[in-house]
Nanobody, 124 residues
Framework: QVQLVESGGGLVQPGGSLRLSCAASGFIFKDYHMTWFRQAPGKERELVAAIENYGIGTKHVDSVKGRFTIPRDNAKNTVYLQMNSLKPEDTAVYYC?????????????????WGLGTQVTVSS
């Protein structure tokens, strides 16, 4: 059974940090590029960060560059999203996704697997 299970969300004050985890099972993790998307209330889901299957290349949306990183550990079948200097506008449900082609990282319809999401709230 394929699963992507996100964890690590919660309430944090502006300027704080959180590390999200996404644990994968049921498929060959190292064959997939992994991404984090987020969806704020009333907004479309957007790509936040992506990492190639062997972790060589990454991509980040401009709004999180210098604040978020996306490491992965293929031995643990887990991808992370390290979020620093959090802002209220980072408040959203964060989802991890698995996709086979790097060219498809922005095309949600082409994803093979999605997690159920974890809520991140940045507020004082």
């Amino acid at each position: 059974q394929v699963q992507l299970v996100e964890s690590g969300g919660g309430l944090v004050q502006p300027g704080g940090s959180l590390r999200l985890s996404c644990a994968a099972s049921g498929f060959i993790f190292k064959d997939y590029h992994m991404t984090w998307f987020r969806q704020a209330p009333g907004k479309e889901r957007e790509l936040v960060a992506a990492i190639e299957n062997y972790g060589i290349g990454t991509k980040h949306v401009d709004s999180v560059k210098g604040r978020f990183t996306i490491p992965r550990d293929n031995a643990k079948n887990t991808v992370y999203l390290q979020m620093n200097s959090l802002k209220p506008e980072d408040t959203a449900v964060y989802y991890c996704g698995a996709v086979r082609k790097w060219a498809d990282i922005r095309t949600m319809a082409n994803y093979d697997y999605w997690g159920l999401g974890t809520q991140v709230t940045v507020s004082s």
